[in-house]
């Protein structure tokens, strides 16, 4: 592979088993929840080796050393603010949460994401997500610049959560319904 930081997965069923095929290729600890990330890049259809089967194929790009809040990134480098937690179950539409913020950093070269804890608390109803920042490693070139960084999680979900804790350490948000 001539990037080490894209990885890809198939599966004969769903984009989202391939998706997660190639997300466990990303080195990272399974101990600890959340210090690995990555965005999708590209999915694509294949006629697959046997004739009219289908085969999912999705290529995710790694968001490399990420880090959590306290961990490697110093939390006076950046902030993230204006957070909102929604779901959506408009008549006509597939139900979707939507949980996000505004983060800001002194440089450029940061990247923010949301993931989803894969061990969910006691509380069912209260979605675990971490913030996953991945900070400028050094030899990158920056600008010394303070800039917004918007970040997102969605979920289709027919689950009405009560509320959204951003861990460790973040806020709760209460879910707001969109109908």
């Known amino acids: 592979m001539a990037d080490q930081r894209r990885v890809t997965g198939a599966s004969m069923t769903s984009f989202e088993e391939a998706a997660a095929e190639a997300f466990s290729l990303i080195p990272g600890d399974p101990h600890r929840e959340g210090l690995k990330a990555a965005e999708v890049s590209r999915l694509w259809l294949t006629g697959g080796g046997v004739v009219g089967v289908p085969v999912y194929n999705a290529e995710l790009r790694s968001l490399g050393a990420a880090a959590h809040e306290g961990v490697d990134s110093p939390r006076e480098t950046w902030s993230c603010d204006d ?97």
């Open 83 to 179: 957070w909102y937690a929604y779901l959506n179950i408009m008549p006509g539409t597939r139900p979707t949460l939507r949980v996000g913020a505004t983060c800001t950093a002194r440089t450029t070269g940061y990247r923010f994401a949301l993931a989803r804890q894969n061990t969910q608390g006691i509380n069912p109803k209260d979605l675990l997500l971490h913030l996953v920042i991945e900070v400028p490693t050094p030899g990158t070139t920056v600008e010394d610049v303070v800039t917004e960084y918007h970040v997102q999680y969605v979920e289709h979900t027919d689950m009405r959560y009560d509320s959204v804790s951003i861990v460790p350490g973040g806020p709760t948000l209460e879910v707001k319904i969109v109908q």
